[in-house]
């Protein structure tokens, strides 16, 4: 699910990190959260079952667009327990849209509890058995994209070919 939202909120102009404790000693910590260059905060808590997502652990949503992030299942099973204002991702995909918040922590909190926790990641990957993680991990997802453009533009081609033989209405029962 990490992987989900972090690939749904990917975005020229937002920025995100997961696990970002709020304040200095905070007690509070958000699993994900974005800031973007319109000055937007939003804060995504991962759920994964109906016991995780009813647990008495703090939900900390300080945004001022506040998610879960959760499985079909485990929405269908809570969505009515979901208060009106927070917003659900499924799969990646918003399910429910998010009402705009004012935000319940200073911003500059806010700021430098992304930056801490930013700087944290970075130390991670340095410290890392392998220092050029990033970069092998940026080449693979180029490769990746690359894949899925030759398979995008393979079932294109055969999508053109079927139509050609059967028509645009093939799929359609007659």
């Known amino acids: ?50 016991s995780d997502f009813r647990s ?32 659900v991702y499924v799969g990646g995909m918003s399910v429910k849209r998010a009402k705009k918040q004012e935000l319940t922590i200073d911003e500059e909190i806010l700021k430098n509890s992304m930056i801490r926790s930013l700087s944290r990641e970075t130390e991670k990957i340095f410290k890392s058995e392998s220092p050029l993680f990033a970069d092998s991990m940026r080449r693979q997802l180029n490769n990746e994209r690359k894949e899925k453009e030759k398979y995008r533009s393979q079932y294109w081609e055969l999508l053109r070919e079927v139509q050609a033989m059967y028509g645009t209405r093939w799929r359609k029962p007659m």
Request: glycine share 8%; hydrophobic share 30%.
């Open 56 to 87: 008495k652990a703090k939900k900390t949503f300080c945004g001022n667009f506040n998610y879960y992030v959760m499985t079909k299942e485990l929405y269908e099973k809570v969505k009515d327990e979901i208060p009106s204002h927070i917003g």
């Open 1 to 50: 699910m990490e992987r989900q939202i972090y690939s749904a909120t990917k975005k020229q102009g937002v920025f995100g990190c997961f696990e970002v404790t709020i304040g200095w000693f905070g007690k509070e910590r958000v699993d994900y959260m974005t800031y973007d260059t319109k000055g937007i905060w939003r804060c995504y808590e991962i759920k994964v079952s109906v």
